[in-house]
C-alpha cells in the first residue's frame, strides 16, 4: 500500500507559491490605491502653493497691476479650486484672510496690505501642514512669527 500523505517536501513549495501570490496582490492593490491619489495630492500641492503665494502677494507688494491680479486669483482659489482640496485648517486661514481682503468691486487699498502678513503666514502654515500630512512627510515644527 502506497503513503498518500503529502511530504513536507511537496507542500512547502506551495506554500511559498501561494504566499508569494498573496504578498503580489497586496502590493499591487497598495500600489494602485496610491497611484489613484496621486493626481488628487499633485493638485493640492499645485493650489497649496498658488495660494500661499498670492496670498503673501497681496500682503507685501506695492504695485496696484499686480495687487489687482493677486486679488483676482485669490477670489478664485477661494470660491473655486481650492476649495476641493483644502482641510479645515486651510478653509479657516483662507476665511480669515478672505475677510480682509477686498472684493473684486472695491477699490484697491493703500499698499502694501500689512494686515495681511501674519494672516498670510497663518494660511503658509495651515497649508504646509496640510501637504506635510497628505504626502506623509515628516519635517520638524515651525513656531509662528507673531508681530
Do not use: C
Not at 22 to 47: D, H, I, M, S, Y
Not at 70 to 94: C, K, T
Not at 110 to 131: D, F, K
Amino acid at each position: 500500500m502506497s503513503d498518500t500523505k503529502p511530504s513536507l517536501a511537496t507542500a512547502i513549495p506551495w506554500v511559498l507559491a501561494f504566499a508569494t501570490i498573496l504578498v503580489g496582490v497586496w502590493k499591487f492593490t497598495a500600489e494602485q490605491g496610491q497611484a489613484n491619489k496621486r493626481p488628487f495630492l499633485e493638485k493640492q500641492l499645485e493650489l497649496g502653493f498658488k495660494a500661499t503665494e498670492t496670498a503673501a502677494n497681496l500682503a507685501v507688494t506695492t504695485d496696484i497691476e499686480e495687487w489687482k491680479k493677486a486679488r483676482h486669483s485669490f477670489w478664485l482659489l477661494y470660491w473655486g479650486s481650492l476649495s476641493i482640496v483644502e482641510d479645515p485648517n486651510v478653509e479657516q486661514a483662507m476665511v480669515e484672510l478672505g475677510k480682509l481682503v477686498p472684493e473684486m468691486d472695491e477699490p484697491v487699498p493703500p499698499l502694501p496690505m500689512s494686515n495681511l502678513q501674519q494672516p498670510s503666514y497663518r494660511l503658509a502654515h495651515a497649508v504646509r501642514g496640510l501637504l506635510l500630512k497628505s504626502w506623509n512627510i515628516e519635517l520638524p515644527d515651525v513656531e509662528a512669527k507673531q508681530n
